[in-house]
């Protein structure tokens, strides 16, 4: 059974850093894309991050480039997102789910979600 | 950027009926459009992916449909468990996007 269990949510000031974690298990963790994609409160979903298999692609949207940082540890079955330089604007739930397909067109597994508060 | 503007954003609706969402690409996607539903406090779940495929487990009374700029998402009979908000996503280009959402909720 395909399984995604995101970590280290939580609050922290304006400005401050958090490091997310995605635990995957179920399938071959090595094989999959993997993304993160968030939705702030009442609001809807918003992608912003995606890191290939061997971890030697990454992209951002443009909201959080140059402040995360998207990876992997395909060792532990682990990817990762470091966030920096965080705002009121990034308070949301992070959900890392996988491309179901090599094309990386949908999402066929998420994990629950873990919450960022970004406030003083 | 791609932007997908989904209508109507809330349709009221009795279980049993027949409920049609839209959504609409600002240029061509061509059948690179995902269907999810979410529902209060969980993860979006896959429904249709492709424009057209359904997702495995997903019951036959949903169904996907276009191409280019204009999809539906057609339930065909609503059951109790189908009202939720319902998202389309593309992927032709980067960034990744997503509509903003078609509640269903009930009448």
């Known amino acids: 059974e395909v399984q995604l269990l995101e970590s280290g949510g939580g609050l922290v000031q304006p400005g401050g850093s958090l490091r997310l974690s995605c635990a995957a298990s179920?399938?071959?963790?090595?094989?999959?894309?993997m993304s993160w994609v968030r939705q702030a409160p009442g609001r809807g979903l918003e992608w912003v991050s995606v890191?290939?298999?061997?971890?030697?692609?990454?992209y951002y949207a443009d909201s959080v480039k140059g402040r995360f940082t998207i990876s992997r540890d395909n060792s532990e079955n682990l990817f990762y997102l470091q966030m920096n330089s965080l705002r009121a604007e990034d308070t949301a739930v992070y959900f890392c789910?996988?491309?179901?397909?090599?094309?990386?067109?949908?999402?066929?597994?998420w994990g629950q979600g873990t919450l960022v508060a970004v406030s003083s | 950027e791609i932007v997908l503007t989904q209508s109507p954003a809330t349709l009221s609706l009795s279980p049993g009926e027949r409920a049609t969402l839209s959504c609409r690409a600002s240029?061509?996607?061509?059948?690179?459009l995902a269907w999810y539903q979410q529902k209060p406090g969980q993860a979006p779940r896959l429904l249709i992916y492709?424009?057209?495929t359904r997702a495995t487990g997903i019951p036959a009374r949903f169904s996907g449909s276009g191409s280019g700029t204009d999809f539906t998402l057609t339930i065909s009979s609503l059951e109790p468990e189908d009202f939720a908000v319902y998202y389309c996503?593309?992927?032709?280009?980067?960034?990744?996007?997503f509509g903003g959402g078609s509640k269903v909720e009930i009448k």
């Open positions: 996503q593309q992927r032709t280009n980067w960034p990744l996007t």
């Open positions: 890191i290939s298999g061997n971890g030697g692609i990454r």
């Open positions: 492709d424009a057209s």
């Open positions: 240029q061509s996607v061509s059948s690179y």
């Open positions: 789910a996988r491309f179901g397909r090599s094309d990386w067109t949908s999402f066929d597994y």
């Open positions: 179920g399938f071959s963790f090595s094989s999959y894309a």
